[in-house]
């Protein structure tokens, strides 16, 4: 668990208290986690795997507004509001996990200072890139918001995404053949190219233009 960001300036005695406080799980690919509208009384410590927050529309279509590949804490906003939020979590691919009760995680966050800061500053970085992403949805077209969205990819790995381009329209909200559409048109000004590993960035600037393209 010290590789999680959060966690890693826990001492030896504090990270085995965790451990003890908490239950490991594993989700196969697909797993639903939590349901939405069901309160969120565990955090998730994500020790591997990719999780997603997902949101169903009454058309049935369905969105994943957030996702967070391990290590890292999921869902922090949803534990900490204590309600009950109308987005669930599903594991997109094989977890590894453990469950830390929200009571337990919330006397963690008074006790150790290191820990709250880290988890303040996520909250507030999420958040700014959800204010960010609503106005590249608001304002951009479809091949710019595909750009400024793999652009915003860990910048050290050149795989930007490595899921389907079913699960990619999933995450910014777009359909199927948009996604595809903005993907060949990036993929034709080398921007990007699609491998077997998932969607390579060949040319970071060239993307970064494009996501100004309005």
Not at 163 to 175: K, N, T, V, W
Request: proline content about 4%; cysteine-free.
């Amino acid at each position: 668990m010290d590789l999680i960001p959060a966690l890693r300036g826990l001492s030896t005695v504090e990270l085995e208290a965790v451990a003890r406080d908490s239950r490991a799980v594993r989700f196969g690919a697909g797993a639903m986690i939590r349901p939405a509208g069901e309160q969120a009384n565990a955090v998730v410590l994500l020790l591997s795997g990719t999780v997603v927050a997902t949101h169903t529309a009454p058309t049935g279509g369905e969105v994943w507004p957030e996702q967070w590949t391990g290590p890292a804490i999921v869902d922090k906003s949803a534990v900490l509001d204590g309600g009950t939020p109308s987005t669930g979590l599903v594991a997109i691919t094989g977890v590894i996990a453990r469950l830390l009760p929200r009571i337990r995680f919330l006397r963690l966050l008074d006790d150790e200072q290191s820990v709250r800061r880290h988890v303040l500053g996520q909250l507030a970085r999420d958040a700014m890139a959800s204010r960010r992403r609503l106005a590249q949805a608001v304002t951009l077209p479809a091949v710019a918001q595909v750009a400024a969205w793999l652009n915003a990819q860990d910048p050290a790995d050149r795989v930007a995404w490595r899921g389907s381009q079913e699960q990619l329209a999933r995450m910014l909200g777009l359909s199927r053949v948009t996604i595809n559409r903005a993907l060949a048109r990036l993929t034709a000004a080398g921007a990007v190219r699609l491998t077997g590993q998932g969607i390579v960035i060949d040319d970071r600037g060239r993307l970064d233009f494009l996501s100004h393209d309005s």
